[in-house]
């Protein structure tokens, strides 16, 4: 990865950007265009901006700094994670099936359902860890494979390596989303993925105050049809937010490796604590994906789910945490904790999360950047 023709890690790049400082005032904080419209010197001559739905200078900085953390050539930054799953799929044609994840993000999962299907898109899910049943789910119609790895909220594995072959045998393009590790942990584009999605509300952004979203590519032709999308639907990231992205994303190497290394301890916690049955974390050597992650990210993330006892012990846990927070969403620097049955993945129907285990045991935390005796203080009050 080069700054400027130097090269430079991942932990540089998130603090410098592409550009690093202003060349026309020397600004080392990314200048705010807040201006919806360009003027131009003459007829048939631009300044190389427009109109800021086409293109604003703020964004384009976040877009190209985010692409280039993914390996990729290009990036768009949309509104919410939401609206860049939305481009994605925008990426297809009436007639064409889709494969996800069956461990999903509530939302992308309403997303196929409610929307998508009533376009005309066949949407399917499958359990991306085994090939076998990826296979089984595949019809001469599909165009995608849609995983999240880790999955949300059980922590599954899928090997990307091996998707990726089986998705390019077939023409059937392959995208990750990346939200629960970011580029700094695993790196899909390298793993053979053709497109990488994002929540960029969640670790990227990093404080819990800015909704965002990115969709990240190698190819051109997917650049210039993803172009295309995000002028034409206008769900664009604003200056401001793309500024604030670009603020919080120069501290992303440090969150992360305090959010990993507190997540580490307390899922060592949580997996000797007598009321806790199961905890979900691919850092734990017992998970059962533990040697696929290692094999594709670098880390472990900072996501440990967990099952209690008890299905009463959810409601005491979540009335008696004093310091962490009872709410959805994750990757910040607050650590936060889910109770996803009711959350995060309410839109999808009880007999699928009973098979997946998303059930009134199950919580979710993100953790943050805190004293890790103060979060682990706080969990075992709670629990007692
Ligand atoms: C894995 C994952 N993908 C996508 C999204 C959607 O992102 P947003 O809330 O920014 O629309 C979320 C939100 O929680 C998520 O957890």
């Known amino acids: 990865m080069e700054f400027r ?50 293109g604003n ?47 999903l993000y509530g939302g992308t999962y309403r997303f196929a359902v409610e929307l998508a299907s009533r376009h005309g898109l066949t949407c399917r899910f499958a359990d991306t860890r085994s090939l076998s049943q990826v296979e089984a789910a595949l019809t001469k119609h599909t165009r ?13 594995i899928s090997d990307l390596r091996s998707l990726a072959q089986l998705c390019h045998e077939r ?44 969709v990240v590519t190698a190819h051109h032709e997917l650049a210039e049809r993803l172009t295309l999308i995000a002028k034409t639907s206008g769900a664009v990231l604003s200056p401001f937010d793309s500024w604030l992205v670009l603020r919080g994303l120069k501290t ?15 899922a060592n916690f949580l997996t000797v604590h007598p ?31 967990f099952r209690v006892d008890h299905p009463a012990l959810v409601g005491q846990v979540l009335e008696k945490i004093r310091l962490i927070i009872f709410a959805e969403s994750l990757g910040g620097v607050e650590t936060l904790l889910t109770f996803p049955q009711a959350q995060t993945h309410a839109s999808i129907p009880e007999e699928l999360r009973r098979r997946l285990g998303v059930d009134d045991t199950l919580m979710r935390l993100s953790v943050g950047i805190e004293h890790v005796e103060d979060l682990e203080a706080d969990l075992a009050q709670a629990l007692r």
């Not at 692409?67 to 290009?74: I, K, V, Y």
């Not at 992303?252 to 307390?266: H, K, P, S, T």
């Not at 049955?277 to 789910?305: D, K, N």
Request: hydrophobic share 40%; glycine share 8%.
């Open 5 to 54: 023709g130097f090269p430079v890690h991942d932990s540089t790049k998130v603090v410098r950007g592409t550009l690093g400082w202003d060349d026309t005032t020397g600004a080392v904080s990314t200048p705010l265009y807040l201006s919806a419209t360009f003027r131009h010197p003459s007829l048939g001559q631009t300044t190389g901006w427009d109109y800021s739905r086409q």
């Open 57 to 103: 200078p703020t964004r384009r900085e976040l877009e190209l700094t985010v692409a280039a953390l993914e390996n990729g050539t290009d990036g768009f930054a949309f509104t919410t994670g939401m609206s860049a799953v939305a481009a994605t799929l925008d990426l297809l044609t009436a007639g064409d099936e889709v494969v996800f994840s069956e461990d």
């Open 144 to 156: 995608l494979l849609f995983v999240e790895t880790p999955s949300n909220p059980m922590m599954r």
């Open 171 to 214: 023409q059937i393009l392959l995208a990750v989303d990346n939200t629960f590790l970011t580029p700094l942990v695993q790196k899909p584009l390298d793993l053979g993925a053709d497109l990488v999605v994002h929540s960029g509300s969640k670790y990227l952004a990093g404080h819990n105050d800015v909704l965002a979203g990115f």
């Open 252 to 266: 992303l190497d440090i969150r992360l490796e305090r959010q990993q290394r507190n997540a580490v301890r307390l």
């Open 275 to 305: 009321r806790v049955r199961e905890v979900y974390f691919p850092g734990l050597e017992t998970h059962e994906g533990h040697s696929i992650h290692r094999s594709q990210a670098s880390g472990p993330g900072a996501m440990v789910s």
